[in-house]
């Protein structure tokens, strides 16, 4: 099953992913890297923009806005699944470190880029205060437990917390802000592109201080 979603990779998802996972340090960069394919095709279909760019390029500079945020979320999903399945300590310890960079990366993309661009586009006063209120919670509980001990219940715990603080979050942003955005009139080609551009400045200088 997950031989199969990696093969269909691209050589520039491969080289992206490589360099995550050089500097997480985990095992799951196979996971992670068929998930981000299986979900960039999936979320492509999503809508029309997101479409066209899935025909123009397999690339993930191509993906439209939400399609790339989309599938972030899924791969940060899947990594608290697997860490709830998980009883080896040095394998939770990996999948935390891989779910704060996820996390802390991702935050930063929305709050940089795609935030500001809804702001403006949709005049917004509730839906993007509201989630950069939600971002700051969420860091107080990355901090919390990025590069700790996973040593019994109470960390098992704070993962949880985590955990359900970002499946709400999501929901609210794929069920309320994403259908918004498309319905804009924002380039959500072009809001990809750059978003995907700042991605990868962002593992790179966290590889780099890795
Ligand atoms: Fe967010
Ligand atoms: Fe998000």
Request: net charge positive.
């Amino acid at each position: 099953m997950r031989k199969e979603k990696v093969k269909g990779r691209t050589e520039e998802t491969k080289g992206k992913v490589k360099q995550v996972a050089g500097k997480v340090g985990g095992n799951g960069a196979m996971e992670r890297e068929g998930a981000s394919q299986k979900n960039a095709g999936k979320n492509q279909a999503a809508s029309g923009d997101e479409k066209k760019a899935a025909k123009s390029s397999s690339s993930p500079k191509a993906q439209g806005a939400t399609a790339l945020l989309r599938a972030d979320h899924k791969i940060v999903n899947e990594l608290f699944d697997e860490y709830e399945k998980t009883n080896i300590k040095s394998r939770k310890k990996s999948l935390v470190s891989q779910i704060c960079a996820e996390l802390t990366i991702h935050a930063q993309v929305e709050e940089e880029i795609f935030y500001p661009a809804m702001k403006e586009a949709l005049k917004d006063k509730g839906l993007v205060p509201e989630a950069i209120v939600v971002h700051a919670t969420l860091k107080d509980l990355i901090a919390a437990v990025e590069g700790a001990e996973p040593d019994g219940e109470n960390f098992d715990a704070k993962i949880k917390v985590l955990s359900e603080y970002v499946k709400h979050h999501v929901k609210e942003e794929q069920n309320e802000m994403f259908p918004r955005a498309r319905d804009s009139k924002l380039d959500m080609k072009e809001l990809g592109a750059q978003m995907a551009s700042r991605k990868e400045e962002l593992l790179a200088e966290r590889a780099r201080r890795a």
